[in-house]
């Protein structure tokens, strides 16, 4: 089983910043990759960004260039920066943490609040 603790959401104006954290805990010896996702009010939960165990990343186009997704192994932890918010990032983010042991573990993150709003 794996633990995962959210933090960093909140409100901001548009073209700020926020830093997501997520602290994983537990049995994650195994870890294929570590993601973020959010969902919008009516809208389908969708990938924002995703760093595999070797570091690869991958982007949602909608946030190339303004979020990073980066992990400290150390901590078992996760960041999201989030730079040059919009309006339309507002959402519930996700953590997502998968492990592979035969097959593929999924296990989620309570979720996050971002709104982004003058």
């Known amino acids: 089983q794996v633990q995962l603790v959210e933090s960093g959401g909140g409100l901001v104006q548009p073209g700020g910043s926020l830093r997501l954290s997520c602290a994983a805990s537990?049995?994650?010896?195994?870890?294929?990759?570590m993601g973020w996702y959010r969902q919008a009010p009516g809208n389908q939960r969708e990938l924002v960004a995703s760093?595999?165990?070797?570091?690869?990343?991958n982007y949602a186009d909608s946030v190339k260039g303004r979020f990073t997704i980066s992990k400290d192994n150390a901590k078992n932890t996760v960041y999201l920066q989030m730079n040059s918010l919009k309006p339309e990032d507002t959402a519930v983010y996700y953590c997502?943490?998968?492990?592979?042991?035969?097959?593929?573990?999924?296990?989620w993150g309570q979720g996050t609040q971002v709104t982004v709003s003058s």
């Open positions: 537990g049995s994650i010896d195994r870890l294929y990759d």
């Open positions: 760093i595999t165990s070797g570091a690869l990343t």
């Open positions: 997502l943490v998968r492990t592979l042991l035969h097959r593929l573990y999924e296990y």
